[in-house]
């Protein structure tokens, strides 16, 4: 196949391009487009020869897109409006008016691009901004599928189920059946697991909990259902992820002190916490509040293996606030890196942050980011 030409909206910190390299496929990505001035800074030093507009999508015209033809676009538009922590908006809220300009504009475009490919989270399959694009891909005529992925079907133990829909023209041979993406995408065995890959066809409500529903985060080690407890004990025994301690950087290189939680978070949300150690299989999904926030933001990394969870949690309640703090100590809790945090994301060696990025940057923009890996996948089935 010639190369092709890619249009990258919502760029980011560059998941999107970095799957495109991921893939294999020949491509180049002829323009990123994005207004977070953090990301594109963190976009231009991975790919400083790609074209980047820090402007927005509606300020640019239907003449801007003819100029730069495109095969393939590419699109993570902002998830807020579909989330259940937030307001739900949908195509009321004001985030969504680029979306629309998009859907605005496809129809008009001198060239159609032959592949589309959107990220999004749990909640956009049943929400109008998805009636919307995909009435509009009809009309262009597309044939599309649509499917929630999870990082776990790809032996990354991390959780992010999200919504992606992969669409190309008619007449490139059809669409991709939901047989093979599944096959693509075999789950591991969960039992009891919220998080099942399904192909969306048509898109069902009741699949798309809201990932800080479900995720774990919630969920507290003294406080846990004994099915919670079931699910962790089957993502930990599944042999088809990968181990937490196959993403850590190298202890040398990490100043463990700068990553431990302060005694105040331990002491006032230690039960709230998503402890996984480097031998599990498991971590809850990482979103833009880690590192400030500890309520379903993302686990925390037992580094001191050889203490006991349970008796350490055993009977702390009792105890006064120093004594709680010494046995909570014990575990030696500290936060995932940046670095690390991007290597469940799926992201290569390679990317790395310009020097004047700083941590809490580094958190919010990769909270905000997608999986590398899931993305590349659904690339190589979409052109294949």
Not at 104 to 122: A, T, Y
Not at 260 to 280: E, G, N, S
Not at 345 to 357: A, D, E, L, T, V
Request: charged share 20%; aromatic share 8%; with cysteine.
């Amino acid at each position: 196949m010639e190369g092709l030409r890619v249009l990258e909206l919502y760029s980011g910190i560059g998941g999107m391009h970095y799957a495109l390299k991921e893939s294999g496929i020949t491509a180049q990505v002829v323009a990123a487009i994005d207004i977070n001035t953090t990301a594109n800074q963190i976009y231009t030093h991975n790919f400083p020869d790609t074209t980047l507009w820090n402007k927005t999508i509606e300020g640019i015209t239907l003449d801007d897109f003819n100029k730069l033809p495109f095969d393939m676009l590419l699109m993570s538009p902002p998830c807020q409006p579909f989330t259940r922590i937030g307001l739900q908006g949908d195509i009321a809220d004001p985030r969504t008016k680029s979306f629309l300009y998009i859907l605005d504009l496809l129809p008009r475009l001198s060239r159609l691009p032959r592949f589309i490919l959107l990220e999004n989270v749990k909640g956009f399959e049943s929400s109008s901004a998805r009636d919307r694009l995909v009435k509009t891909l009809m009309e262009c005529g597309y044939t599309f599928q649509e499917i929630m992925v999870s990082p776990t079907s790809v032996g990354i133990p991390n959780s992010r189920l999200r919504y992606f829909l992969t669409a190309k023209l008619s007449a490139e041979n059809g669409s991709t059946q939901s047989s093979k993406i599944l096959d693509a995408f075999p789950h591991p065995a969960e039992s009891g697991s919220p998080e099942r890959n399904a192909a969306l066809d048509p898109p069902h409500p009741a699949t798309c909990q809201p990932e800080e529903d479900m995720q774990g985060g919630h969920v507290l080690y003294k406080q846990e259902t004994k099915i919670d407890a079931q699910r962790k004990l089957s993502q930990n025994n599944d042999l088809s992820v990968r181990q937490i301690q196959d993403f850590l950087e190298p202890q040398r290189e990490v100043n463990v002190e700068h990553y431990l939680l302060p005694p105040r978070t331990l002491l006032r949300y230690a039960l709230l916490l998503d402890i996984v150690q480097p031998t599990c299989r498991r971590s809850v999904c990482f979103t833009k509040g880690y590192g400030r926030y500890v309520e379903g933001t993302g686990s925390v990394l037992q580094c001191c293996t050889e203490t006991e969870m349970e008796k350490v949690f055993r009977g702390l309640d009792q105890l006064s606030e120093e004594e709680k703090l010494q046995q909570l100590l014990k575990l030696q809790l500290r936060y995932f890196t940046p670095r690390e945090v991007a290597n469940l994301m799926g992201f290569p060696q390679s990317f790395s942050f310009p020097k004047q990025i700083s941590t809490k940057q580094k958190y919010r923009v990769l909270g905000n980011s997608l999986n590398v890996v899931v993305v590349s996948r659904l690339l190589q089935l979409l052109v294949s």
